[in-house]
């Protein structure tokens, strides 16, 4: 489904692409994060062109830290290494919010 980034370096090249892109923050004991896998690939289907990473907030915190990421999962979009956008997870319970959200940024 997405991309994984596993080191400091590669989020940042990712997120100075100069390309508009997203970056779910997650953690392996999240129930949330486990619900919002399920729903993902229906509210991908809506976007034509939509570049997903995930990063592991518990193998990357100090990136989680600097971006203000508390809940998990998060979306943050980026573009020119400039954050656009945080869908913190109170916000990103159903594939309605997500798809709403994304709609913001992306085409569909």
Not at 73 to 96: I, R
Request: proline letters at 6%; one cysteine or more.
């Amino acid at each position: 489904m997405a991309n994984m980034i596993k080191t400091e370096k590669e989020f940042r090249e990712i997120i100075g692409s100069g390309e508009t892109v997203t970056v779910k923050f997650f953690a392996g004991w999240c129930p949330d994060c486990k619900r919002m896998d399920m729903f993902m690939p229906s509210v991908l289907e809506e976007f034509q062109e939509f570049p997903l990473y995930e990063l592991n907030k518990d193998e990357l915190p100090d990136l989680a830290a600097e971006y203000n990421v508390m809940g998990i999962p998060s979306l943050l979009v980026f573009k020119n290494d400039e954050k656009l956008g945080h869908l913190h997870s109170a916000n990103a319970k159903t594939p309605e919010q997500v798809s709403e959200y994304l709609g913001e940024y992306y085409s569909k």
